[in-house]
């Protein structure tokens, strides 16, 4: 079956240091993975999604994530963190083709940002 | 223009009533979907809809009854309301079905609360 877990329910970071948002999958079949972030009371908007086609991907407002088959991991990364960064950040693995197309989420990594 | 949008934004209610939330997309995408975020903020299907037709219930209690008249609009019914209920009901819309990389693209979400 598919999913994925995020480790760490809550990470906090100083303005300026690195980010580092864990997520390891487990599929039967090469993955198709994606990270969300939501702000307070509002929707899901996509960052970067893994398709394949490279192993780095790189997303919106200087995130990127790398695919690393061999640990089955998809950590986001963003070299300097902004206060605007604090949010929730949702990692998401699709599901099978007779599965409807929905997306498995983690539990959720929120985001501080100290100043 | 909003691409997914629903309404309400918010929604107050008493247990055992019968209420709707609104969905709708102008991105001419083909697949539809419902989801469900918990008070921890998990993620999870609900529903998804192909064309109009219902391609996946999450072993979603039949109290909950999807709607979706047309391609770009995918309405949720919920009868006889309880306290469980409570949550944040996130529409979603993608232009594929089967298990590719299609991004999903997510409503601002219904926060329901039930007294």
């Known amino acids: 079956a598919q999913s994925v877990t995020q480790l760490g329910s809550h990470v906090s970071v100083s303005e300026g240091a690195l980010v580092l948002l864990r997520c390891n999958y487990s599929?039967?079949?090469?993955?198709?993975l994606f990270w969300y972030v939501q702000y307070p009371n509002q929707g899901l908007q996509l960052l970067l999604k893994?398709?394949?086609?490279?192993?780095l991907v790189k997303g919106i407002n200087g995130f990127e994530a790398e695919f690393k088959k061999s640990e089955t991991s998809f950590h986001l990364t963003k070299p300097s963190a902004h206060m605007s960064d604090a949010a929730e950040y949702f990692c998401?693995?699709?599901?099978?083709?007779?599965?409807?197309?929905?997306?498995?989420f983690g539990q959720g990594t929120e985001l501080s940002v100290k100043p | 223009d909003t691409a997914v949008s629903q309404t309400p934004k918010y929604l107050v209610t008493q247990m055992g009533n019968d209420k709707s939330i609104k969905c709708e997309q102008n991105?001419?995408?083909?697949?539809m979907y419902w989801y469900k975020q918990d008070s921890k903020k998990f993620l999870k299907i609900m529903f998804s809809?192909?064309?109009?037709?219902?391609?996946i219930n999450e072993t979603v209690p039949n109290r909950f009854s999807p709607k979706s008249p047309d391609k770009a609009h995918l309405n949720l019914h919920i009868n006889s309301l309880e306290l469980g209920d409570s949550a944040v009901y996130f529409c979603?819309?993608?232009?594929?079905?089967?298990?590719?990389?299609?991004?999903?693209?997510f409503g601002p979400g219904t926060r329901l609360t039930v007294l």
């Open positions: 998401a693995v699709r599901g099978l083709k007779n599965q409807g197309g929905k997306l498995i």
């Open positions: 893994y398709t394949s086609a490279a192993t």
């Open positions: 599929s039967s079949v090469p993955p198709y």
């Open positions: 979603a819309s993608s232009k594929g079905l089967a298990g590719g990389p299609d991004t999903q693209y």
């Open positions: 809809y192909n064309n109009k037709e219902l391609i």
């Open positions: 991105l001419g995408h083909d697949t």
